[in-house]
């Protein structure tokens, strides 16, 4: 049974840092992608990072890109998200989503149509 569990979120101001972490505390087998998608009210759910679990490449949307960092810790089952310099307009619920099918087509890797399970989500609120 997958359970996805993430923590990490807060209160922070402009220009602060968070790191997220999403636990995947029901299974013992190997994912295969993992992703943090983000929601802010009255908005679609959009992509900000994944991760392959086997060979760790990443992908970051453009605007966070040299600024959040996606990592895994296998043994650990977890996937961490460290945002740093963080913008008023981040604000956001962050969600954590796992793939267990794979995919190849180009982009998969932001639609959340491609994952399987999601996490409940963690607030993330930036004041400016």
Known sequence: QVQLVESGGGLVQAGGSLRLSCVDSGRTGSSVLMGWFRQAPGKEREFVAAIWWGGGRTY???SVKD???ISRDNAKNTVYLQMNSLKPEETAVYYCALNLRGCSNYG??????EY????QGTQVTVSS
């Open 60 to 62: 970051y949307a453009d």
């Open 67 to 69: 600024r959040f960092t």
């Open 108 to 113: 998969c890797y932001g639609r959340p149509s």
């Open 116 to 119: 399987d399970y999601w996490g």
